[in-house]
Each structure stands twice: as C-alpha cells, then as structure tokens.
C-alpha cells in the first residue's frame, strides 16, 4: 500500500510540473507576442514603404516645367560675354546666354522680366576653361578648331562624352533654362582630326534631343545645314551663323516651313570704330532678303560682334 501510494504521489508531481511548464510556456509566448506588437506600432513594413516614394533629396534638380516653344519671328538677344542688365529693358521675348557663366539668380530675374533663357555651351568642342574640362578623356580630345585656338574638337560618339553633356544639360534643368543652345555639333564639316561623319552628328544631335526632352528642355541646332532633313524633327529652333554671309539662308528656310524659329546672326564689320553700330547700307545688305540674304524671310535676325559682347542691331 505505501508503494502505491508513492506511485500515485510520483504521478501527481510529474503532472504538476507539466501544467505549470504549460503555463510558462504560455505566458512567454504571449509576452514575446506583446513585444513583437509594441515594436511594430507605428513602424511601416517594408511592403509599406515600396509604395511610398522616396523623400526628395536637398540637391535633387527641381521638376521639368512645361516645354516651352518658342515661336517664329520672336525677337531675341544674344550675349555671351557682356554686363546683362540692359536686356531687361529689350523688347526681346528670348535671351539666349552662357551656361556656365550666368547664374540662376541671373535666369531667375530674366524670367521675372517676362524673357525665356536659351543656355549656351559647347557640345562638340573641348574648352579648357570650363569647370568640367577635367572629366574628358585624351581619347575624347581631337584637332584644333580652325580660328579658335584654345579649342579641340570632341569625340562626339564616346560614351564619356555624352556623360559630360548629359550633365550638362541637366546644369541647364536646374539653373531654370528654357532651352538648350548646343554649339559645334557640325565637327563632320570641319578638319577634326577624329574622321567624324554627318551620321556621328546627327546620332549625336538625337542623344543631346532625347536627354533635353527628358528634362521638358527645348532645344536647337546649331548651323550644321547639312544634316537638317535628318534632324528637324528632333529641334525646337535653329540658331544661325552669317548664312547671309556664306550664301545658305535658303537651307535653314526649311525651319520656318516647319513652324520653327531661326535665330540668326551675322557678323559684320563696323566700319566706323567712332560710332556705335552699322551703317544703312551694311543693314540693308543683311536685312533685305535679298542678294545673299535671299530665303532669310521670316528669321530673327540679329547684327553684332564676334564677341558676342552686347552690341545689337536688329533688322527692324
């Protein structure tokens, strides 16, 4: 009898001990459930966060504005190298200046002042004074341009230098211009020590459309006559130089057919260094449309220097 009541009081212990580790066990899952539930109050899953997007960076560019199209026959303003403040007063709609050189504040006021802002720079040309010459490559670099000695053409089918450019075009985005000037895009015309075709440029004027249009960024090429059927459809505008001068107006006629604005500048000779400006004479023969002006109808045509200075005559 003792026996079995030791049996019995073995199994009653062994079935104590077994409800109360139950019971533990219970309350330490709940517990680990309690501050699973605490920790995630408040906190999004990773599912969550997919859905939200990112918050913006402090340097992320501003968002593309509206494209803006510039219209035949707008009056417009060129100076790369002079004092801005006179052409808020112009009646000019469109300004057409220096990248690198101005700054946002700069193209802040002229939009205040109701203008549009063309940012020049050069796409095809190496220049070694600009902020960005280190990231080109000796590979990237060809001969000199004829009559800019501090020049070089560029390799315009290296994927460093689309790099370079694309940045570029982005400087333009944020800075708040309008549109793009892209200059020396015609290197096939040229001695450019790199053997490059009329189909590199218009390869190349197509990447430098596509990266613009991805920043709602106009844009317009620069002289290259040659290659306007390939590439009209992908410009906004034409900038001219001395088409008058070299007989050609008639070529870049085809962007006024199009809708689209040829701004055209000539360069000629002030032949009295005493006084400002052109005389009748000079004005007529680059005004008249005619004679070697013939098929400039309808351009914005612009008379000034070289340098781009500031000294304007307009044809009307």
């Given amino acids: 009898m003792a026996a079995l009541d030791a049996g019995l ?3 009653e212990s062994q079935k104590r001990k077994a409800i109360l580790f139950s019971i533990g066990l219970i309350l330490i899952i709940a517990l680990a459930l309690g501050l699973g539930l605490g920790l995630t ?14 918050a913006p960076s402090p340097t992320a ?3 593309p504005r509206a494209k803006w199209k510039p219209a035949v026959g707008d009056k417009w303003y060129i100076m790369l190298q002079a004092d801005l403040g006179i052409i808020t007063t112009e009646d000019v709609k469109v300004i057409d200046l220096d990248l690198f050189d101005r700054s946002e504040e700069w193209i802040n006021g002229l939009h205040k002042n109701g203008k549009k802002v063309i940012c020049y ?18 590979e990237d670099i060809g001969a000199v341009m004829d009559g800019w000695p501090d020049e070089k053409w560029l390799r315009i089918g290296s994927k460093n230098v689309r790099k370079i450019m694309a940045k570029r075009i982005e400087l333009a985005h944020q800075k708040g211009c309008d549109a793009v000037d892209p200059d020396n895009v015609d290197g096939f015309q040229n001695e450019n020590g ?10 190349f004027v197509k990447f430098l459309s596509a990266t613009a249009a991805s920043y709602n960024l106009s ?3 620069k002289n290259a006559g040659d290659i306007i059927p390939d590439v009209l459809d992908f410009v906004d505008f034409s900038v001219n130089e001395e088409c008058v001068e070299y007989a050609e107006c008639e070529t870049f006629q085809a962007f006024i057919k199009a809708g ?4 055209h500048i000539e360069y000629p000779v002030i032949e009295n260094t005493t006084e400002v400006g052109w005389s009748t004479t000079t004005v007529q023969k680059y005004c008249s449309h005619e004679g ?13 220097t070289m340098e781009l200075d500031g000294s304007i005559q307009y044809c009307d």
């Fill in 194 to 203: 790199l053997g490059l075709t009329a189909e590199d440029s218009v390869a």
């Fill in 260 to 263: 689209k604005p040829v701004f």
């Fill in 219 to 221: 844009i317009g090429l």
């Fill in 61 to 63: 560019s501003p968002p």
């Fill in 292 to 304: 070697n002006a013939k098929g400039s109808e309808g351009f914005s045509t612009v008379l000034t």
């Fill in 121 to 138: 720079f050069s796409a095809g040309s190496y220049e070694p004074w600009r902020p960005d010459a280190g990231d080109f490559k000796d």
């Fill in 41 to 54: 109050v408040g906190r999004k899953s990773d599912d969550d966060d997919k859905d939200e997007p990112p």
């Fill in 9 to 11: 009081a073995g199994r």
